[in-house]
């Protein structure tokens, strides 16, 4: 008998949902939050009731009885750091996602609001792979200053969902491959995936990393502290152009790389320049993931949005197809990955998480 899922994916304006039978989509929706009014509420927790009672009049539109769901998945939220996993949404996660332990973002409504649908019809709640998953070495952790040590936020719900769809495609574990997946979307992240754990990544929170069509990525450090204290920036200000601004905004005004290609096909030399340093960036950071597995690499996986482009998949080839294969997976299909996290739980191929 299939099992009918229920997933919440909450965004800054918007909340998206999807209904699933086992892994087949029945119907999804992107529920849109005007800015007037989500600038009513004075934190995102705030918001709960407000985008409950929008889920439960779509799908009471949609003639879809909430009560014939078998199990409630949200998105993981800004929590300790954690191994990557499904959780259920105990009493102690679901009180971090309230408070926010690691920032308010929200993606902390995910289990919030799974959690207390799921109690409501009385029904399991999970999140799935959250962008805190940790599963750092203890040597990658180490920064160079002991107050800064380096910390894994990165696309964990991506990147793991399609290590697995390219274990499960070719008949072997995850848990015994070597990956390098390249995640390209507003922020990019390249993880070494050792073994079935992301043994080391970019932290995309702070633009670490490659530069992105928003984020500033590794910029010089010292500069980067002059900038601080000459007293042109507040402290937003300048965070706004590490995290938001930076990469392709900064450059050219844009965050879309697709016109960023269209410009650099035109003749745009500031966009052939720009362009070709992201994939220098990323291609080196690659490249890094490589030494990271002592060069034992089964596969390089691109996705993302920006994994839809043809020739970034030739540019990376070229510069990294002597480490290993490629396999591309377009986008981020976000909805089908919590998904599938909650039905291996529920199908009893592996336990469920305690946080």
């Known amino acids: 008998m299939a099992i009918k899922s229920l997933i919440i994916n909450p965004g800054s304006t918007s909340t998206k949902i999807g209904v699933f039978e086992d892994e087949t989509l029945l119907f999804e929706e992107t529920l849109r939050h005007p800015t007037e009014e989500i600038m009513k509420y004075a934190s995102i927790i705030d918001q709960k009731d407000f985008r409950k009672n929008i889920i439960l009049s779509f799908l009471k539109e949609k003639n879809c009885d909430i009560r014939s ?26 009180a971090d996602l309230k408070k926010g332990v690691q920032g308010q973002h929200a993606s902390n409504l995910g289990g919030i609001l799974a959690r207390e649908i799921g109690d409501e019809i009385g029904v399991p709640s999970y999140i799935v792979d959250p ?81 992105s069509p928003e984020r500033a990525g590794t910029v010089p450090v010292g500069d980067l502290i002059k900038l601080c204290f000459s007293g042109k920036y507040t402290e937003k200000e300048l965070y706004k152009k590490i995290c938001g601004n930076g990469g392709y905004n900064a450059y050219l005004g844009t965050n879309d790389a697709r016109d960023v290609e269209k410009l650099a096909k035109e003749g745009d030399h500031e966009a052939q320049i720009v362009l070709e340093a992201f994939y220098y960036q990323l291609a080196k950071d690659a ?32 510069r990294l197809g002597w480490i290993a294969p490629f396999t591309v997976y377009p986008g981020e299909d976000e909805l089908l990955a919590l998904a599938q996290g909650a039905l291996r739980v529920m199908k009893g191929e592996e336990a469920a998480k305690e946080y």
């Open 131 to 211: 962008v805190v998953v940790d599963e750092l070495t203890e040597v990658a952790r180490i920064s160079g200053m002991p107050e800064l040590p380096r910390r894994s936020i990165f696309h964990a719900l991506n990147q793991k969902a399609v290590a697995r769809r390219y274990a499960k495609e070719h008949g072997v574990r995850y848990e015994d491959l070597n990956l390098i997946v390249i995640h390209m979307g507003g922020g990019v992240s390249v993880g070494a995936h050792q073994k079935g754990r992301v043994v080391d990544v970019n932290n995309i929170l702070d633009g670490e990393g490659a530069f």
């Open 69 to 94: 769901f078998d199990v409630v998945v949200g998105r993981g939220g800004m929590l300790k750091p954690v191994s990557g996993g499904t959780y259920a949404v105990t009493d102690a996660l679901l």
């Open 287 to 318: 490249g890094a993931m490589a030494a990271v597995l002592c060069g034992k690499v089964d596969q390089i996986i691109l996705t993302g949005g920006i994994a839809y482009s043809a020739l970034t998949t030739e540019k990376l080839k070229e």
